[in-house]
């Protein structure tokens, strides 16, 4: 756990007058701004770009400008350590780096509304790793607010439900919205709206106080451009991870690094299943705006209660089950075929699940780091949890045709989707194993 003052469980009254609080709407906010390039350059663009002509190898190959969200740790101790140019005395170490990538993901969203796929697909595929880059670092400094602004656990837990509640609008927006922004103006568009949005992290990030945890944490710290500095910035999160944790580090690491693989493998194929399977963007837009959106705000209310009153670490395990096994409706949806009922059956078991789970890595993430390296360890911890998924997500549409070698592309589908659910049995036993460790070592500490 981070240094942070221990205190009783809030009541209702008092957890229900806390949400009301200015930092949680401006948590709301960024979390919407975090959550906007994800899709963008993920999910939705396989949409726009199967229905571009791009073959399924290639869409899945494209995906890996995702993998900036994973090596995001690489490029962190600098955010952990200067300022950013021009703006950073102004606003502040963590809003000057917020205010400069949410400023590049915009211009380069517009960039491929103006280019698009049939423009260019190696320059349209530089504007979003451009864009993934951007994000990733918004990612590595939103977060770093969010902890850094958080007085206790409690507190923690209400924005880290806040941040996936403005992050799942976003995933709605980008997700849904967009379908069906799409059928009505075309791609291209709908880009260029996705862009301008970002104006909306942009407001938050004036909004926003500059956290004081930040400016206590470098006071007397050596200088980023000496050689111990630069030794501090790069080694010293990743010693003081170690040495805070000990040996269940590398079950941690090791935990945080399978728990969402089911949903990383899934994700590159969603989109492109529902237009080989005959299901409209309008449709796909409606249910994920409808029924999806409320499995998704239940899921996450749902996650963050049960964190404030059971712990991180039992949500975290709640969130291993469900979460895989919700890949399993997309597999009964590829058998029956293009059922509107089965699909919006599908979508709200997912959309809970992936609120939930989302909440429980979050949070528990959120627990593990410590002041001073905020921004660099849970950089380095979510580059942990999505840096496999990332890199064997590329190869998800080669895994859908060779299900559907010697069979039909739906029942390709349907294989597909059924391992990805299995994937999720690791993630399980290893956080099994970690309540395991967490309740002796609760044991221990009693005795002692």
């Known amino acids: 756990m981070t240094s942070k003052t221990k205190s009783l469980k809030p009541s209702w009254s008092q957890t229900l007058k806390a949400a009301f609080r200015p930092n949680v709407a401006i948590m709301l906010a960024l979390g919407f701004s975090s959550g906007l390039p994800f899709m963008l350059v993920g999910n939705t663009l396989g949409f726009w770009l199967r229905e571009s002509g791009i073959t399924l190898a290639t ?43 949410q400023v590049l993901i915009g211009a380069a969203l517009l960039g491929m509304s103006i280019l698009k796929p049939e423009g260019g697909l190696m320059l349209f595929t530089g504007l979003a790793a451009i864009a993934a880059f951007a994000s990733a670092t918004q990612d590595i400094v939103i977060d770093a607010w969010r902890i850094e602004a958080s007085e206790a656990s409690e507190e923690m837990a209400l924005l880290s439900s806040a941040y996936q509640l403005g992050y799942r609008a976003a995933l709605l927006v980008t997700d849904a919205l967009i379908l069906i922004i799409a059928a009505a103006v075309g791609w291209s568009v709908s880009y260029s709206v996705m862009g301008a949005l970002m104006a909306v992290g942009i407001a938050a990030t004036f909004f926003a106080v500059e956290p004081r945890r930040t400016e206590h944490s470098v006071v007397g710290a050596t200088s980023m451009w000496t050689a111990r500095g630069m030794l501090d910035a790069i080694c010293g999160p990743f010693f003081a991870f170690f040495k805070q944790h000990g040996q269940k580090a590398l079950l941690i690491l090791l935990a945080v690094s399978l728990y969402r693989l089911s949903d990383f493998m ?104 410590t002041l001073g390296y905020t921004a660099t360890q849970y950089a380095l911890l979510s580059s942990f949890y999505a840096l496999l998924g990332k890199v064997l997500k590329g190869f998800s549409g080669v895994t859908v045709q060779f299900f559907a070698e010697g069979r039909t592309l739906m029942e390709g589908y349907a294989l597909f989707f059924l391992s990805t659910a299995l994937v999720g049995i690791p993630a399980l036993l290893l956080c099994i194993l970690l309540v395991r460790t967490n309740k002796r070592e609760a044991a221990l500490a009693g005795k002692s």
């Open 59 to 101: 869409i899945g190959f494209l995906s890996w400008v995702g993998l900036a969200y994973s090596l995001k740790f690489i490029w962190a101790p600098l955010i952990d350590k200067v300022d950013a140019p021009l703006v950073g005395k102004w606003l502040g170490r963590r809003r000057g780096w917020m205010l400069i990538s």
């Open 266 to 369: 899934m994700g590159p194929m969603a989109n492109p299943f529902y237009a080989d399977i005959g299901i409209t963007k309008e449709t796909v837009g409606v249910v994920r705006g409808s029924v999806g959106l409320i499995a998704s705000v239940v899921g996450v209310a749902a996650g963050g209660i049960f964190a404030v009153r059971f712990g991180f670490v039992s949500t975290l395990l709640v969130g291993a089950i469900i979460g895989p096994a919700s890949n399993l409706g997309f597999s009964l949806l590829a058998i029956m075929g293009p059922s509107n009922e089965v699909f919006t059956a599908a979508m709200a078991i997912d959309n809970f699940a992936s609120g939930f789970a989302g909440t429980a890595l979050v949070g528990y993430m959120s627990s593990l780091t």
